[in-house]
């Protein structure tokens, strides 16, 4: 049974469906801790109201970056995890942290990579006029939000859309898409090829792709 740690630092709405998909589709993996850097994080409680084990390292306790990282790595250590999932968690990992855990970190983005990285996504682009816009599972490497792209969802942006709208069709996906994404790596059907990733042994139906239909 392979280990999973998920870090959250808010809501935790995908943490919460990575564990329901987990169980109930028997994944060969189970968490084995949901991580917050924020003590407060909703997340937390939810995670506890599952069952599941919940902890937090809050990052203010340290003077320096890499302090946070290493404590953080130390736990993981610890707790023997095989894959690192990043799920709404707004710290930046160093270079360190990612060197030592690399192939194994697993983040996903609210945009269609390598378009808009880093912050504020849904606004940035509706004001870029992108009609396609969604989620991307992906690799993490040292760059940030540019490693190997496992699966991505589009979005359609509609005439009339606001930041909050977008972003909470986006999030539709997103319960959809990151399962479905982190089961093929537990399930080791990933390969990759530098910066590709593509499935073993795609069975029928399986992409890593999918578009959401736009409402009717
Ligand atoms: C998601 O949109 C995720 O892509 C982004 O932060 C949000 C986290 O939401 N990185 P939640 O905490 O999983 O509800």
């Not at 969604?134 to 760059?143: F, K, N, Q």
Request: glycine fraction near 8%; include cysteine.
């Amino acid at each position: 049974m392979q280990k999973i740690a998920v870090l959250i630092s808010g809501r935790g709405s995908n943490m919460l469906s990575l564990a329901a998909r987990c169980r109930e589709e028997r994944w060969p993996a189970r968490i084995v801790a949901v991580i917050s850097n924020r003590p407060g994080a909703a997340g937390l409680e939810a995670a506890t109201g599952l069952g599941l084990p919940a902890e937090s390292i809050d990052h203010k306790a340290f003077a320096e970056r890499a302090d946070f990282d290493a404590a953080l790595a130390e736990r993981l250590e610890a707790l023997e995890v095989d894959w690192i999932v990043l799920a709404g968690f707004m710290r930046v990992l160093g270079e360190a942290f990612v060197a030592r855990f690399e192939g194994r970190i697993v983040n996903i983005h609210p945009s269609l990579l390598p378009s808009f990285p880093g912050l504020h996504t849904h606004r940035r682009a509706l004001e870029a006029g992108v009609r396609l816009h969604g989620a991307t599972v992906h690799l993490v490497t040292s760059s940030l939000d540019l490693g190997p792209i496992v699966a991505q969802a589009a979005v359609p942006v509609l005439d009339g859309d606001d930041p909050d709208g977008l972003a909470e069709r986006v999030l539709a996906v997103e319960h959809r898409l990151y399962p479905m994404a982190l089961r093929w790596l537990v399930e080791g059907r990933i390969i990759v090829e530098g910066q590709r990733c593509r499935l073993r042994d795609p069975r029928e139906g399986e992409m890593q792709w999918f578009v959401a239909s736009p409402p009717a």
